[in-house]
């Protein structure tokens, strides 16, 4: 499964919820017929609940969401915390230069100089932009997922190129 997001509350009293998605174009899912539920984000796949998509739409600085069955504050309620998650195959094609976090996590990441700097661990939303968390031995660095720093992502490849430096 490639998370996609999670449940943070219920929006209003009908069954909506309001979504932290984890990326940058949560209208696209519009597209997905149904979004899986689980309440942690490593289960396998088989631990997975498919729920029917009914709607999403942009609120404010957030998103919103609506699933089939679920039609009151105490049905949202009940989905608590769960992550938002699609098999690979169900997703959208990511627009060139766009990513999923999942196809980043693991890759390699090296500085201008040919210099390892460790490989991603995980990525942080921090609002202004997203974040990778890149891990070597004891020592973890957060390096901003923007053009100025990222020069290269390959992923069949991977590796990820970026204009930091070693000490930093």
């Not at 929006?11 to 919820?17: E, K, S, Y």
């Not at 090296?110 to 939303?125: A, C, D, T, Y």
């Amino acid at each position: 499964m490639i998370v996609l997001g999670r449940i943070v509350a219920p929006f209003g009293v009908q069954g909506w919820l309001r979504v932290h998605p984890f990326g940058d174009d949560p209208e696209a899912w519009r597209k997905m017929p149904q979004w899986w539920l689980a309440t942690d984000a490593e289960a396998p796949a088989a631990s997975w609940k498919a729920h029917q998509l009914e709607a999403v739409k942009l609120h404010g600085d957030g998103v919103v969401a609506k699933l089939a069955g679920i039609d009151n504050r105490d049905a949202s309620e009940a989905l608590g915390n769960c992550f938002i998650g699609a098999p690979r195959e169900a997703l959208p094609v990511p627009e060139q230069d766009e990513y999923y976090w999942a196809d980043l996590i693991g890759l390699e990441v090296v500085n201008m100089q040919e210099q390892p700097l460790g490989r991603v661990k995980s990525l942080i939303e921090t609002g202004a932009n997203q974040v990778l968390v890149v891990a070597e031995a004891e020592r973890e660095r957060l390096l901003p997922f923007v053009g100025h720093v990222v020069k290269v992502v390959d992923v069949a490849g991977g590796l990820i190129r970026v204009d930091w430096d070693s000490d930093w």
